[in-house]
C-alpha cells in the first residue's frame, strides 16, 4: 500500500522510539496505539492528528514511566529469599502453556468413548484397581501435610517391550505384540493409558484408581510435594523403546496426534498443570542409594512441543533441590543433555539454598535427605493412611 503523505512527518520518529522499547507487548502495544487509520475519510484523519498532538507525548511516556518504575521497585522478599539465576539452557515456560481447552466426553459405552478434540479411547481392556489416596506436603516444610483423591499430573513412560519394524508387511506381527503387552498391563495394572504403534489409546487401569507405575519418586508443582506418584499421577504410556541419550522421538506421528489428544483431555477434565506433565525419568528416585533416575525411561527425547506441552526437561528436578537426592554417571548417560543441563541446574539451586541455610552443601544435602526419610514415614504412618 502506497504511503500517506499525511503521516510522513510522523512515522519516522514514532520508528525510531519504538525501537527503542526493549518490551515487545509494550512496543507492541504503543505502535497499536498511534498507528494512522489509513483507510479513515479526511475529516476523521484531520481530528486523529489534532487529537495525537496532546494524546502521543502521554503514550510514549507510559511505557517509559512503567520500565523506570519497574527497575525502582524494591524487592519484596525477605533478605533471606534464595534467588536462583537460571543457565541459559533453561529456557522460561512459555505463558500460553496455561489451562488447557475445554474437552468433554461426546459418546460413552462399554467398548469405547469419544471427545470432543477427536479422541477415541478402547475400553476393552479396562479394569479397576484400588482407589486412589494420597497425602501432599508444603514445599516450603511449614504446616501439615493434605489428603487428596484427585489426579493431579501426568507422567508419561515407554513401555520398553519388543518391537517389530512398522511396516505393512508386519502388520499381523504388530498386533499380536500390541494386544500381548495390553493384556500384560492390564493384570500388572500398570498404566492408566496405553498408546499402541497404530496410535490407539486404550485405557487400562480406571482413572478414579492408583496405578503401578511410578514406584518410589518424587515431584513437586508451586505449592506441594508429592511423593510415590502411583497415588497422585496418572500414567500414560506409549509403546516404544528408547536408548540412552536419543535425541528424536521414538513416536510415530500417529502416537504423537494420540497422545496431545488425550494430554488435553486428561488436562481439562482434571485441571492439571502444565509444569505436572513429566517423565518417568524426571520422578524416579532410588532411596537405597539416593540417587535419582532409578528407572530412565523417556529421560531424553520426549516431544514435549509437540504434545502441546512447555519443556519440561528444563525444570529443576525436586528430588534434588528439596530433598537431596543425586545423579550418578549411569544415570547422565541415559539422560543426554537436555536432563544433564537439568541436574546441573537443580546442584545450583540446592548449592545456593545450603549458602542461605549457613550450611556447606554436604550438611545440607544430609539435611534433606532426612526430610526424605521422614516425610515417608508420614506418608506410610497409620495416621495418614486413616485420614
Same mark, same amino acid.
Given at each position: ?21 526493549? $518490551? =515487545? *507487548?509494550?512496543?507492541? !502495544? ?11 475519510? #479526511?475529516?476523521? @484523519? /484531520? ?32 533478605a533471606t529469599t534464595v534467588t536462583i539465576t537460571r543457565p541459559q539452557a533453561h529456557s522460561a515456560a512459555p505463558a500460553a502453556f496455561g489451562a488447557s481447552p475445554a474437552v468433554w466426553q461426546v459418546e460413552h459405552s462399554r467398548e469405547s468413548d469419544s471427545y470432543s478434540n477427536g479422541l477415541r479411547i478402547d475400553n476393552r481392556f479396562a ?12 514445599? $516450603? =516444610? *511449614?504446616?501439615?501435610? !493434605? ?11 515407554? #513401555?520398553?517391550? @519388543? /518391537? ?224
Amino acid at each position: 500500500m502506497p504511503s500517506q503523505p499525511d503521516d510522513a512527518h510522523f512515522r519516522p520518529w514514532v520508528n525510531q522510539f519504538a525501537n527503542h522499547i526493549p $518490551d =515487545g *507487548v509494550v512496543r507492541l !502495544r504503543f505502535l497499536q496505539a498511534v498507528a494512522p487509520p489509513d483507510l479513515a475519510p #479526511t475529516p476523521v @484523519r /484531520q481530528r486523529w492528528r489534532r487529537t495525537c498532538r496532546w494524546t502521543l507525548p502521554i503514550l510514549v511516556a507510559i511505557p517509559l514511566l512503567s520500565l523506570v518504575l519497574l527497575r525502582a521497585t524494591p524487592d519484596s522478599h525477605p533478605a533471606t529469599t534464595v534467588t536462583i539465576t537460571r543457565p541459559q539452557a533453561h529456557s522460561a515456560a512459555p505463558a500460553a502453556f496455561g489451562a488447557s481447552p475445554a474437552v468433554w466426553q461426546v459418546e460413552h459405552s462399554r467398548e469405547s468413548d469419544s471427545y470432543s478434540n477427536g479422541l477415541r479411547i478402547d475400553n476393552r481392556f479396562a479394569v479397576s484397581n484400588h482407589p486412589r489416596s494420597y497425602r501432599t506436603f508444603p514445599l $516450603d =516444610g *511449614v504446616g501439615p501435610s !493434605r489428603p487428596g483423591w484427585q489426579p493431579v499430573g501426568i507422567v508419561f513412560h515407554t #513401555t520398553e517391550s @519388543r /518391537q517389530a519394524p512398522f511396516e505393512e508387511q508386519q502388520n499381523r506381527v504388530l498386533r499380536r505384540i500390541g494386544e500381548s503387552l495390553l493384556e500384560y498391563v492390564k493384570q500388572e495394572r500398570a498404566y492408566h493409558f496405553v498408546i499402541d504403534r497404530f496410535g490407539r489409546v486404550y485405557r487400562i487401569v480406571a482413572e478414579s484408581d492408583a496405578a503401578n507405575h511410578a514406584g518410589h519418586s518424587v515431584w513437586s508443582d508451586d505449592r506441594w510435594l508429592y511423593l510415590n506418584l502411583n497415588e497422585s499421577f496418572l500414567a500414560v504410556s506409549v509403546e516404544t523403546e528408547t536408548q540412552a541419550g536419543q535425541v528424536d522421538p521414538a513416536m510415530s506421528p500417529a502416537q504423537v496426534r494420540a497422545a496431545a489428544m488425550l494430554t488435553e483431555m486428561l488436562r481439562s477434565r482434571y485441571g492439571i498443570s502444565a509444569a505436572n506433565c513429566v517423565t518417568h525419568a524426571q520422578v524416579s528416585v532410588n532411596p537405597s542409594n539416593m540417587r535419582i533416575g532409578y528407572h530412565t525411561d523417556w529421560a531424553s527425547s520426549f516431544p514435549f512441543a509437540s504434545i502441546g506441552l512447555p519443556d519440561n526437561y528444563a525444570q529443576p528436578l525436586p528430588a534434588v533441590t528439596l530433598l537431596g537426592f543425586e545423579a550418578d554417571r549411569s544415570f547422565d548417560f541415559a539422560a543426554g543433555a537436555r536432563m544433564s543441563a537439568a541436574v546441573d541446574f537443580s546442584e545450583q539451586q540446592l548449592a545456593q539454598r545450603a549458602a542461605a541455610a549457613g550450611l556447606s552443601l554436604q550438611a545440607y544435602r544430609k539435611q534433606s535427605q532426612n526430610r526424605y526419610r521422614r516425610l515417608v514415614s508420614e506418608l506410610h504412618s497409620p495416621a495418614a493412611i486413616s485420614d
